[in-house]
């Protein structure tokens, strides 16, 4: 599931019901669908990019469980694309381009659209970008992606609190987003990719990420949000600031369980949730 992009799709849809919750406002299955479903298309689309000549040659474990099930691999981004082209059918015509835009900024990620030093080249080439540039997308697309498509519709939008909820869910992501460069820093090393990590070394990189978790503790108390938002979202950072502490970067370092973390992405939504039940 992880291997796959499945896990990483469905976080995309928690953290987009979340918003629906925090700025209560009533749940569109349609921009659910488009969430899930593109996120894979993305994700699918930039892995199989990367994708070495002889993947089961490749030293590391993920490209070579991909190289094992590409039948999986396009069966699932089939699939997506089916369930994208009939969620596209009901919505609004603002929505359709805001989400092209949107589109256009993720496929920047990974396909060489734009022209760095005389070179086409990919967003991804931009040294220390990476973190920010994936957080950004994410918040676009599970903050803007709702709002606009219910906006479209006349739905009254408090813009204050989406565009708060947007600067908290970019430092959320790059919280979540952090620790995985730091895993791929011997990786990204040998593509020549000039990551946060790689540009500032990993201890560096993990002070930073510590830093960044007080910062989203920080925006949270201080947020407009209902208490029972503030309680889920704070316990979230709390449990991913000892998962960095005890398990992630402690001192035998356990990368392997910095996928716990895109867990966290869907616990934040059910910890919420469970708070709306109970108080």
Known sequence: MVHSNLLIALAAVAQCALTYMILNLPVDPYILVIEGTTTLLLYNLSLYLSMPREPQKSPFQRTRWIGRNMWLFWTLSILAAIGTFYALLHIHLMTFFFLGMVGGVSLAYSVPLVRIRGQWSSMRQVPGLKVFYIAMVWSLSSVGLP????????????WYMANYLGIVKIVFLVLCTLPFDIRDYDQDRLYNLKTVPTLLGKENAIKLSFGIGVLHLLLIIGSPYALIVKYGMVLTTALILVLFQYVIFAKQKHYHHVYLLDFALILQWLLVLFFSYVM
Do not use: K, M, S, Y
């Open 147 to 158: 709002v606009i498509e219910l906006f479209a519709n006349g739905t009254a939008i408090d």
